[in-house]
């Protein structure tokens, strides 16, 4: 027999089944190549002299790997450590707007506090896309465990990675580890013009790309958060005239 909506209502918060199938999710192509990734920052790390311990605990904490480059490199290079602070807080910033987007989708039938702040941690590039594309099938009792199952899958998985790429870097000739860095972007975008539906989907993508240029170099690493933020808001604003006009 089903359980009913009142016995979802009733139940636990958390729920390890849909937590384990969030960790199964992860191991998906974009998780693969964002393991790529963070290979690629494993040998940064090696590179530059930093210490494995703290390079997993910034793939653990910080989970974002523009902020942990401009870490990385920033300390290496002996840049004052306020500044850096400054600098990857801003970075950080541009995740802002997924993390919006996306909590409703992570939210059970009841709120729950402390779920929800784990899961809005585990919110990054890679997460969102997987995000939209995996909670909608999944019941609503059990998307906030799902939600930090994907996360905690997608988390582990970097950290594996960044270990490997730190003591395989030896193997991995300098150009192949850098260009593995990009893999994450690259398969971002392809994934965005893959999700992309309605016609505001296909119009925030060509606004934002042509904002691209025009806020690069942009002043604390923002340019892809105002290209982002700006051709998005441009499309909404965009999509409510063509509707107004229409009725």
């Known amino acids: ?23 199964a999710g992860a191991f998906s192509v974009p998780g693969c190549v964002l393991m790529a990734t963070f290979l690629g920052f494993g040998g940064l790390l090696h590179d530059v ?3 494995i311990g703290a390079g997993l605990v910034s793939t653990l904490l910080v989970w974002a790997l523009p902020a942990q480059v401009i870490m990385v490199g920033g300390i290496a290079s002996g840049a004052a450590l306020p500044a850096l602070a400054v600098a990857v807080c801003l970075s950080g910033v541009r995740l802002m707007p997924m993390v919006v987007a996306l909590m409703p989708l992570m939210r059970g039938r009841r709120p729950h506090m402390w779920l929800e702040l784990i899961a809005a941690h585990f919110v990054a590039v890679t997460m969102w896309v ?12 059990g998307r906030p465990s799902y939600a ?12 594996v990675a960044t270990a490997a790429g730190f003591y395989l870097t030896g193997s991995l000739p300098g150009p192949l580890a850098v260009a593995l860095l990009l893999l994450t972007p690259i398969s971002f975008t392809i994934l965005l ?11 925030a993508i060509g606004l934002g790309s042509a904002l691209a240029p025009l806020v690069a170099n942009t002043p604390g690493g923002l340019d892809l958060f105002w290209s982002g933020v700006g051709g998005g808001t441009l499309a909404f604003f965009i999509a409510r005239l063509w509707k107004a006009e229409r009725t």
Do not use: C, H
């Open 148 to 159: 930090i199952g994907l996360g905690a899958g997608l988390t582990a998985a970097s950290m």
């Open 193 to 203: 013009v893959r999700n992309a539906r309605e016609r505001v989907d296909w119009l």
């Open 49 to 51: 002299g930093f210490p």
């Open 1 to 23: 027999m089903q359980p009913s909506e009142t016995d979802a209502d009733t139940g636990p918060a958390f729920r390890t089944g849909y937590f384990l199938r969030g960790v």
């Open 130 to 141: 997987e995000g939209f594309r995996l909670l909608p099938k999944v019941p609503v009792e």
